[in-house]
């Protein structure tokens, strides 16, 4: 019932930009919404999240180089990357927080690939 819609991936090169869209169409607001990473032979780490009440949270390495945003009272978000390097490069996850019955859930995308390279 719940799917998880990301989308934004792509190849750029160093110094370029990216935009991340996550989203679950037609949904309550969600808690949270957060982005992570994995790159082969590296472990899954925490990149960006936004709150529904906007706060945005990042990973120190991303150095003010990302923005995250919400679309107002949806479940729906873009992270903005710029800046992006080659270590950058990894399969990016959207997670969406809900809480239900006091209870907090949370669902998955399917990724979208980050490629930075010359």
């Known amino acids: 019932q719940v799917k998880v819609v990301e989308s934004g991936g792509g190849s750029v090169q160093p110094g370029g930009s990216l935009r991340l869209f996550c989203e679950v169409p037609?949904?309550?607001?969600?808690?949270?919404m957060a982005w992570y990473r994995q790159a082969p032979g590296k472990e899954r780490e925490f990149v960006a999240s936004?709150?529904?009440?906007?706060?945005?949270k990042y990973a120190g390495f991303v150095n003010g180089r990302f923005s995250a945003s919400r679309e107002n009272g949806k479940t729906a978000a873009y992270l903005q990357m710029d800046k992006l390097g080659p270590d950058d490069t990894a399969q990016y996850y959207c997670?969406?927080?809900?809480?239900?019955?006091?209870?907090?859930?949370?669902?998955w995308g399917q990724g979208t690939q980050v490629t930075v390279s010359s």
């Open positions: 997670r969406v927080d809900f809480f239900r019955l006091g209870r907090q859930y949370w669902y």
């Open positions: 037609e949904s309550a607001v969600a808690h949270e």
């Open positions: 936004i709150t529904k009440e906007m706060e945005a």
